[in-house]
């Protein structure tokens, strides 16, 4: 099995995320490309209000019910507590014995990586793949077993939408149907942050 990691927020999950997901999973041959919701996402706490993980999880589900390849990880929420990606794929790792596993990450991701909790674990245990984000393109350091695969750019970003929702301008097209209504039914996004 090959597996692809992708760690996020998803508050809420957008046409950026599903790109990415898709094309690195066709660019690289994977089997499933998980979008894993973070559940205390510890970098961002603090910054702002966190829609509830239960939330974030729904909408995750609803972006990727029809999409073969992609699927929706609860397991940093079954585990509780503060999110790290190094303990989301040691357990990857023991319940895929002999997979390989690729941790994806966006441009502006990749620019932190060094911050991320045992980054070194992270490195190890999966070959890194960084993806474009509108900015400078990131170099990792050579020690890491890392990539960047080409993704049409696309300008969206959780922050704009969650803006443009409390404002009452449109999200069709930059997040999915299913999404949307996740939203609307929801009642989420609608008082300021
Ligand atoms: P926020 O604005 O709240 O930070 P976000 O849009 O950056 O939200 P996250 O959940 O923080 O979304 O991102 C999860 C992962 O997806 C990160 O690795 C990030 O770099 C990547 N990502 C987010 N948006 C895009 C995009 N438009 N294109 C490519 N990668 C993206
Ligand atoms: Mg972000």
């Known amino acids: 099995m090959r597996i692809g990691l992708f760690g996020g927020t998803f508050d809420p999950p957008h046409v950026g995320h599903l790109v ?3 094309n690195v999973r066709h660019a690289l041959q994977l089997d499933v490309v998980v979008l894993m919701v973070a559940n205390v996402p510890w970098q961002k ?11 974030r999880l729904a909408m995750v589900e609803a972006a990727v019910a029809d999409v073969p390849g992609l699927e929706a990880g609860s397991d940093e929420i079954d585990l509780g507590g503060p999110s790290y990606t190094a ?12 997979s ?3 941790t994806i990450m966006g441009d502006d991701a990749a620019a932190r990586f060094e911050t991320w909790d045992r980054y070194q674990e992270v490195a190890q245990r999966s070959t890194l793949v960084v993806v474009d984000r509108p900015g400078a393109p990131v170099e990792l350091p050579g020690d890491f077993r890392w990539l960047r695969v080409e993704v049409p750019r696309l300008e969206v970003s959780s922050t704009d939408l969650r803006a443009r929702c409390r404002d009452g301008r449109p999200l069709d097209y930059l997040v999915t149907e299913p999404v949307l209504g996740a939203i609307t039914e929801r009642h989420l996004y609608e008082e300021a942050e």
Request: aromatic content about 6%; overall charge positive; hydrophobic content about 50%.
């Open 20 to 22: 990415t997901a898709v």
């Open 45 to 55: 706490v603090g910054s702002r209000p966190i829609t509830a993980a239960q939330h």
């Open 87 to 98: 303990d989301t794929l040691a357990l990857l790792a023991r319940r895929f014995p002999d």
């Open 100 to 102: 390989a596993l690729f």
